[in-house]
């Protein structure tokens, strides 16, 4: 990774670097699951600089970035509400989505440095939930979700392209 890890809100310039690791991302850990059409149709609908500039857009959403020696190398977002809210009974649930890290940057505490952020974050916005879904086959993730204290509330479907992923929804409360 190289040089002291920083963490900063996106901003709006910050777009195009958003989208690009998020596609790097998901195709290093994901790209082997799906059928090469599947894969493409989902990037082309969601990881696109289009999207992540209406996402800063929105006051619902808050993306924070981990930049070592200038470079982008992991991000986060929390959307509130959350999408997955009517899986539990808590009151303001909040999500977090797309935790990615650069894929050459994997251990080295950026993950972790965005999950304390985003715990922080759903403590200040009066959060009594954190809300995540997880790939059924993703055991890394589920383990340092466990780690937080994330558990098992929901069986969930996740679409990439046609194929519908079995994934976990997780929840963690404040």
Not at 101 to 107: H, I, L, Q, V, Y
Not at 145 to 156: H, L, V
Request: a negative charge.
């Amino acid at each position: 990774m190289g040089g002291r890890l920083t963490l900063r809100r996106a901003r709006s310039d910050d777009a195009a670097a958003l989208a690009a690791l998020a596609r790097d991302s998901f195709v290093a850990a994901f790209g082997h699951a799906y059928r090469p059409e599947d894969l493409a149709a989902f990037l082309a609908e969601y990881k696109t600089v289009e999207r992540y500039r209406q996402s800063l857009a929105r006051p619902d959403i808050h993306i924070q970035l981990a930049e070592a020696a200038g470079a982008l190398v992991g991000f986060c977002q929390i959307h509130l509400p959350s999408e997955f809210a009517a899986e539990s009974d808590a009151s303001r649930p909040v999500a977090l989505q797309q935790l990615y890290c650069a894929p050459e940057a994997t251990g080295q505490g950026i993950g972790g440095a965005l999950m304390d952020w985003a715990l922080a974050q759903a403590r200040a916005l009066a959060c009594d939930a954190v809300q995540l879904s997880v790939w059924s086959e993703n055991h890394a993730a589920q383990r340092f979700y466990a780690r937080y204290g994330f558990s098992k509330i929901a069986d969930i479907g996740f679409m990439v392209g046609s194929q519908c992923d079995k994934e976990f929804c997780l929840e963690l409360r404040l």
